[in-house]
Antibody, heavy 120, light 110 residues
Framework: QITLKESGPTLVKPTQTLTLTCTFSGFSLSTSGVGVGWIRQPPGKALEWLVLIYWDDDKRYSLSLSSRLTISKDTSKNQVVLTMTNMDPVDTATYYC????????????WGQGILVTVSS | QAALTQPRSVSGSPGQSVTISCTGTSSDVGGYNYVSWYQQYPGKAPKLMIYDVSERPSGVPDRLSGSKSGNTASLTISGLQPGDEADYYCCSYAGNSRMVFGGGTKLTVL
């Protein structure tokens, strides 16, 4: 059974760096073809894909946010870490991590999400 | 990458059918047969309902179907039920492992 769960701060100040962790079970990021991505959703607004990391450490970033995002994995801990720099109130959103497989272009398993508010 | 265009809202009565459109470009929807659809209830994570344009994951009723023509994909829900009332998002592969979502459609069951 595949599960994912996001963790991290729920409140950050403008200009700060956000660090979120996705802890998962039921699969390994050392298995060929496996990937984990991040998707966010501002309150009352649409989903937005942010970034993806594959088992081989290949990383893909949203073109609009690539300068602010970094993704990394810790295979031994079954974790993926997202950092987003220079946070702004418009970055207030629920952040989801999700499972994806290489060549399978959809998100089959999602975490419950974590609401991050950016406010001074 | 611009978001895919979906109607803000659609509605139908129980038992009726509704179709939600999702319009992109030749760089995403029109360029690949990799459109997926997600159902989302308030306060909940999205749930995969359709993948690869028209495939249903195990457990998704066959009342839901997907199709694509050119740069526009569609999700049709037939035999509407009150439990279908939710937000629906399309998502397309956009090359280079990148994905783009639609703006979302609120389905109201009258």
């Amino acid at each position: 059974q595949i599960t994912l769960k996001e963790s991290g701060p729920t409140l950050v100040k403008p200009t700060q760096t956000l660090t979120l962790t996705c802890t998962f079970s039921g699969f390994s990021l050392s298995t060929s073809g496996v990937g984990v991505g991040w998707i966010r959703q501002p309150p009352g607004k649409a989903l937005e894909w942010l970034v993806l990391i594959y088992w081989d450490d290949d990383k893909r970033y949203s073109l609009s946010l690539s300068s602010r995002l970094t993704i990394s994995k810790d295979t031994s801990k079954n974790q993926v870490v997202l950092t987003m720099t220079n946070m702004d109130p418009v970055d207030t959103a629920t952040y989801y991590c999700a499972h994806r497989r290489y060549g399978y272009n959809y998100w089959e398993y999602w975490g419950q999400g974590i609401l991050v508010t950016v406010s001074s | 990458q611009a978001a895919l265009t979906q109607p803000r809202s659609v509605s139908g009565s129980p038992g009726q059918s509704v179709t939600i459109s999702c319009t992109g470009t030749s760089s995403d929807v029109g360029g690949y047969n990799y459109v997926s659809w997600y159902q989302q209830y308030p306060g909940k994570a999205p749930k995969l309902m359709i993948y690869d344009v028209s495939e249903r994951p195990s457990g998704v009723p066959d009342r839901l179907s997907g199709s694509k023509s050119g740069n526009t994909a569609s999700l049709t829900i037939s035999g509407l039920q009150p439990g279908d009332e939710a937000d629906y998002y399309c998502c397309s592969y956009a090359g280079n492992s990148r994905m783009v979502f639609g703006g979302g459609t609120k389905l109201t069951v009258l």
